[in-house]
C-alpha cells in the first residue's frame, strides 16, 4: 500500500463568512488558560493572539488558516525541528522555537504568525538578547511562531461538542468545517461516478 | 449626572459590519449594511446592551496600536490599566469618576449592589460560572473605601410591599389592568417609546435600585446623621440601562439625585483590579444593617420570574393571612420567552404571565391596547434570562458557553434564596421596621413621595401617526 491517510484541516467558505472574528476570539481563548483565560472577556490579560486570521478584501471576510500540508513546508524550512507532525497535526513545539521566520515564508498561506511569548499573564523575556529602551538595556521579548493546531490540547469539558476545532463550533454561520480528505474525496468519487 | 451620551456604542473603527448586534438587538435599533461599520438609533435603543455582549469584533493589539488603545479607554470612560480587548460595542463607563470620588475622605460613600452582581462578579476573577460570592462582594467593596455597603435586594423587599399592595388594590378595584412590573428600565423606556397610550398598565413603583437611593438620602442619612446632599451614592448593576434610568429627570429626592453613578459588573471588576486586591482570597463579610438585609425574596429579583415569585410569596399571604404552602413557585421558573399561570390566592385566581426577552413583549402590548389580555400581573425582563443575562455582565469569549453560564447564574440565585432564613420579603425585620419607624404604609404618602414616579411618553411624532 502506498496511499497516505491525509491530514484533516480546518476550511471556510468565503460566501459564508461575515467576518465577526468570533473564530479568532475562540481560537484565543482555547489556547491560553496558561495565561489565566478562563470563560469571561475580564480574565484576559495579554494580547489576543489568535492561529487563525480572518482576511478582508473589497468583496469578501475570509478565516485563513493552516492546511496542515502533508509536505509541511513550514517544518522543512524549520532550522531547529521545533515544527513536527503528531497524531496528523502539524504541531509548533513553541519553547524549541527560535523564532527565525523560515516558517512564516515558507507557507504558501501565510498560516503562520509571530507574536511575543507569554506565560503567566506576562512577556516570556530572551535570556540573553539585550535591546535599548529608553536609555537603559532591558532584555528583549521572546518572539515565537503560532498556528493552528486543531485545538489538539483543548479540553472539551464545557459545552464542547466532540472533537470538533473551537472555530468550527462558534462560527455563528456554519461557515467553517473541519475536513477530513481521506472521506471527502471518497463521497466526491463515488458522486462522480453515479453521474456517469 | 446627566446622559445626554447614548450609552450604547459602536465604534466604526472596529466594527466589521457582521450584524450579529443586530440579530440579538429586540427592538431593532442597530442599523446599517453588511461589511459596513453599524449605527445605533438611540431613539428606539433601549439601551439593554445584548449588542455589547454578542459583539466579537475586537481590535487587533499590536505596538502600532497602543496608542490608540490608550485613547479609546478613556473615550469608553474605563480604566487606563484595563488589559481585556476592546470590542466594537461597548458601553459608555463610569469608573473613573467613581475612583476619584472614592479617594476623597469628605465624601460619605454608599453603594448598593443588585441581585444579579453576587452569582457573576467571580467569573471576572476566572473562578466558575455560578460562583456565588455576597460575603467577598462586600469586603472588595468596603476595601475600596465605600462607607456602607448596602443592598439593592433591601430595596426588592421594599419593592415587593408597595408593587404587591398596588396590584391588590387594582385587583380588587378592576382598575389599570393588567399590571406590569416597572423594574426593568430598558422594558420601561420600550413602553414609553412605542406604546405610550398604555403606560398607566405600568406599576408606579420606582425600580429597586431608585427606591434603594431614595431611602440612603433620606432614612439613611438620619440613621447615619449625615446630610443627604453629602452622600455620594453608588449603584452596581448587571445592566447598562441602569445608567439611563438613574439620570432620569424624576429620579431625585429633596432635591439631590438618589443615584449619582452606575457601574457595571465588569466596571466593579476593574476597579477591585486596579485597586490590587486580591478578591479569591478575600474573607466572607456582612452587607452594613439595616439597608443592606434582604430576604430571598429579594434576591431572585435577578432573574426571569423573580419579581413575579417574590410578588406571589407576600400577596397571598396579604391576601389570604395564611402561610403559602410552597416557598418555590416552579410555575414562573423557567426560559421559555413568555410563561403564564393561574394562581389560587384565596377566592381569587390570580392570572399571571412572565416575559423574558423584549422581543415577545409587543404581542402582549397589542392585546393590552385591544383589550383582550386576560392577565391581572405581567413581569417583563427585557433581556433573555432576566438581570443575570444583563448587557453589564461579565462578557463570554466564547458564544457557545452562554447557556451554561446563564444556567448556573440562575441557580446560583436560587441557591441564595434558599439558604436565607427569611425569604419573604413581608418577613425582612429591617423592612418591618422600615414601614414602622419611617415609611408608615406601603403606598402611604412617605411612600408614595420617594418610591413612585410617573413615565413620559417617548413617541417620536412621526410614529404616532
Redesign the interface.
Known sequence: MNNVQPSPFVIAEAGKC?????C???C???HNDHN?????????????IPRLH?I?TESF?LPVQCRQCENAPCAEACPVQAIRREEGTIVIHEESCIGCKGCAMACPFGAISLYKAYSNGKVVPQIQLKERQHSAMVRSAKVIAYKCDLCRTRDHK????GNVP?CV??C?VEALSLVHPDTSVSRSRTAAAMRL | MSYKDPIIHIDEQLC?????CAAVCPVDAIIGE??HPQTIDAHRCVVCGQCVQIC???A???ESTTALRAVKLQERGQLPNV???L?AAYSSGDIQKVKAVLADPKRFKVVQCAPAIRVSLA????LP?GTLTPGKMAAALRRLKFDRIYDTNFAADVTIMEEGSELIGRVMSGERLPMFTSCCPAWVKHAETVAPELLEHLSSCKSPMQMAGALFKTYGAELDGIAPSDIFSVAVMPCTCKKFECSREEMSVNGCREVDVVITT?EL??LIKDQGIDFIHLPDEPFDSPLGKYSGAGSIFGVTGGVMEAAIRTGYELITHEQIPNLQLDFVRGEEGIRTAEVQIGELELKVAVVAGLKYVDAVLAKVAEGTCPYHFIEVMACPEGCVSGGGQ????????R???YQARKSAVYRHDSHQKVRKSHENPDIIKLYKDFLGEPLGHTSHHLLHTKFVDRSLKEEMS
Open positions: 461575515i467576518g465577526c472574528k468570533a479568532e476570539l475562540a484565543f481563548a482555547v489565566g483565560v478562563v470563560a469571561a472577556v475580564g480574565t484576559v490579560t495579554v494580547p489576543v480572518v478582508r471576510t464545557d459545552g464542547a461538542m473551537a463550533e462558534v455563528p | 466589521t459590519g457582521c450584524r450579529r453588511p461589511g466579537t469584533a475586537y487587533a493589539d499590536n488589559r481585556e480587548p470590542f467569573e471576572e476573577f476566572g460560572f465588569r471588576a476593574s461579565p462578557k463570554l469569549l466564547l458564544e457557545t458557553q447557556k451554561i453560564a
